[in-house]
């Protein structure tokens, strides 16, 4: 359980224990960038142990090359249960007015690239609790507390938590999520829009095996995903507009497989529903700035996307491995609230998360187009980038986590 600290002083303080926070945490200590024991995390709440007995969690993510390594430089990669992580070798997209694997398709293969897989799929329960156990085994402070307000001086950074208590730092770090608090009290406002969609998320049992394959079709309502389980079982993210969504979730579990299988073009067959359905609104949110003197934002506190191409997350983790090696080279805690470093540290990060944002909200305005141009123009597009080499594993490389700005640690681990 979290520490039940009477307050003090850390080099870095983080709000938020969701694998952002408790992944920047353990790696400012895993890189030996700050003192043991001065880096504390702060959160509402902690992840629990997974039961033994539980199944895959509804929440999975889809891991880049890029988050495998960063979280192996933490100890959370090889911690966590192989039952609960799975490699998937191929990944197909296609829009409704074609078919899988054919006209209008784009098929990635690993063989192809010369990769072992195009990335995991990974148990969300087990990945949270693997991060929190990794950072008290590194020695961070967990503090159990919700943040009230924020004091910036020169000096330090003061966090004063509900019930009084007083937590003082060089660096502040926000990783408190989407309605980041934090953010709130630091006066940084955010730009974007609401999807007016929801993501239905539910596991399901398909007629024909998924072949470890992660499928996507583009339909003018929303993309559906099949994404690949161990167990034979497909986790599925499936965005549509949020009447159809109530409607979907109001439906047995007979009458919901029979639309998703048709939804999906009937690509894996049948579909039986094996869990509940749960719903995420969508939208795009960035912050105006990521950060302040001895304030930064991190994950989606800072920038919040479509998760059409499963990428929130990654990018999170990305935000952490670059504010490391930007600490890094700040030469020690005392300057860590040097704002020179955070707008170091603003200028990668942001500009590579408006990138990938502007790169998704354009797609699923391409995709979720009704206009007979762009209809044409997208099964067209997906056509000619699967006859373009080159293109294509530019693509690849981008969705591993491993072009643009990439901190070299990361490049030098395989
Ligand atoms: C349907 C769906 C599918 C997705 N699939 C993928 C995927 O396949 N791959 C991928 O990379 N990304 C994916 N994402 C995105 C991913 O879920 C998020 O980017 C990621 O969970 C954000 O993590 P975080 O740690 O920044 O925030 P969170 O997980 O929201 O954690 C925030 C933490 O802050 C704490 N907190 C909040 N307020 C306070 C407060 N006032 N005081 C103290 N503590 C506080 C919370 O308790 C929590 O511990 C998906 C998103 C959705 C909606």
Not at 223 to 251: K, T
Not at 353 to 368: I, T
Request: glycine residues 10%.
């Amino acid at each position: 359980m979290a520490t039940r600290s009477r307050g003090g002083d850390f080099d870095v303080i983080i709000a938020g224990a969701g694998v952002i926070g408790t992944v920047m945490a353990t790696l400012l200590l895993a890189r030996k960038l700050s003192t043991a024991g001065r880096v504390a995390v702060v959160a509402d709440r902690f992840a629990t142990a997974t039961p033994a007995d539980a199944g895959w969690d509804l929440r999975v993510f889809a891991m880049s090359r890029a988050s495998e390594r960063l979280l192996k430089v933490c100890g959370v990669w090889n911690s966590l249960p192989p039952t609960r992580v799975f490699p998937y070798e191929r990944m197909c997209v296609w829009d409704s007015s074609g078919t899988a694997l054919g006209k209008g398709s784009l098929t990635f293969d690993c063989a192809q690239l010369g990769e072992p897989n195009l990335g995991h799929i990974v148990d969300g329960r087990a990945l949270q609790w693997q991060c929190l156990q990794a950072a008290r085994a590194a020695g961070v402070v967990l503090i159990e507390g919700v943040v009230h307000s924020v004091v910036t001086t020169d000096e330090q950074v003061s966090l004063r938590l509900h019930d009084g208590r007083e937590l003082r730092g060089q660096l502040l770090a926000a990783a408190d999520g989407t309605d980041s608090k934090v953010r709130e009290l630091l006066g940084i406002g955010t730009a974007g829009h609401a999807y007016h969609q929801d993501a239905l998320v539910a596991h399901v049992q398909t007629e024909q095996p998924h072949a470890a394959t992660a499928w996507q079709r583009f339909l003018s309502s929303g993309p559906v995903a099949f994404l690949p389980l161990n167990d034979g079982r497909c986790s599925i993210v499936w965005s549509v507009a949020r009447p159809r969504a109530e409607q979907l979730r109001a439906m047995d579990a007979d009458a919901f497989g029979a639309e998703l299988g048709a939804a999906g073009g009937e690509v894996l067959g049948a579909c039986k529903l094996t869990t509940d359905v749960a719903a995420f609104p969508l939208k795009l949110q960035y912050a105006l700035d990521y950060a302040r003197p001895r304030a930064v934002l991190l994950g989606d506190a800072a920038h919040v996307v479509h998760p059409l191409a499963g990428q929130g997350l990654n990018l999170g983790l990305l935000d952490c491995a670059t504010l490391a090696e930007v600490l890094d080279e700040a030469g020690g805690p005392g300057n860590f609230g040097d704002y020179k470093f955070l707008r170091r540290y603003e200028r990668r990060r942001r500009s590579e998360n408006l990138l990938a944002a502007a790169a998704l909200d354009g797609l699923e305005r391409l995709f979720s187009s009704t206009d007979p141009l762009s209809a044409g123009l997208r099964g067209a597009a997906l056509g000619a980038v699967g006859k373009m080499p080159f293109v294509k594993r530019r693509f690849a490389q981008r969705a591993l986590g491993l072009a643009g700005d990439v901190p070299e640690y990361l490049k030098a681990i395989t």
